[in-house]
């Protein structure tokens, strides 16, 4: 039987590439799930480079977004970033900001559609030490004035561990009535990234708690606010964070991950063994068709949902890097695990770690 998630599928098109331009950094972030550092091996050239651009261009995507590693330390950058908005195509750029100020002349001549910061804390000492570099907290609020002073689009990433939880609202004040757009994601235990930082699925839970009652709180012009596609799906509580409708994982379907020596995978969160070829010797075109073909296979809890079919597993990068196929980090899941015991409709018992949680539910829903 076809679903109306089937449906909306077959209607997906390509929008969005993220491509790694250099594993090269100048930054240390522990939360980093490619341990960017030094360069890759036989990363591209410039001339494959322009060419893989333009075959984003023939393959449909509306955009591409170049980070790294660090993608400002990459020689040929603004050659790459020339090329993509020559081929009439958005143009993000997710730097650290390190190396921003210098080029900052060169994103403004390219009328970037949108520059991607990371702020992970509100204090300069916990968002220092995240990324590894002395003084990055003080840069990275510096850069947002600089691209804000010459109107350019600016959002910021907050990835979220154990380490800066708690220091959401604090960031929220810095960019409240800024006209920022800010995405939250959760850190994932993959790179350099220890396993013991990740969140809980308590916390998992609270934060989109915390996104959803925010959201609601203030206009989409005082706060432009999204969770990133790690979130959960399909909450009887809480709202889609992201994309909506959410018609599953988008990796190799309306978005594609790009390594800096060519290979191409679904979604650059994927491990290597989802790298379906390299464009030095296929076309895109013929890698894509390979990872449209592919599904994410259910288990766990997931196998015996009863919306799997329009879920999908939820992000198979987050699936994959969690590995927990009875606990998944799927507000469902967690929602189904508060009730202990239904004796009838008006008669729910909830475990007593969750009752607080769902009474504020309640009053936020």
Known sequence: MTSFTDILLHKVHPNCAVWEITLR???????????????????????????????????????????????????????????????????SIITNGILLEHNLKKVKHLKADCVSLSLDGGRAETHDYLRGFNGSFNNTI???NRLKQQHLPVSVITTVNKINLNELDLIKKILLDRDIAWQIQIALPIGRFPKELVISRLEYYTLALFIEINIKKYKYKRLPLIGAHCFGYFSRYIHHLGLSPWIGCQAGYSILGIQSNGNIKGCLTLPDSYVEGNIRNESLKEILSKIRTKKNVLSGFCKSCNVSRDCRGGCLGTKLALDAPNEPYCLRAIENSMILQKESPHNIKYDAKFARLYNLLKIFT
């Not at 790294?68 to 020559?86: M, S, Y």
């Open 25 to 91: 950094c100048n930054s240390k972030c522990i939360h980093c799930g490619s341990n960017a550092g030094s360069s890759r091996l036989n990363e591209l050239t410039t001339d494959e480079a322009l060419n893989l651009v333009r075959e984003l261009k023939t393959c449909g995507y509306k955009g591409v977004a170049l980070m790294g590693g660090e993608p400002l330390l990459r020689e040929d950058w603004f050659e790459i970033a020339k090329e993509i908005k020559n081929q009439k195509m958005q143009l």
């Open 142 to 144: 510096k850069m947002i």
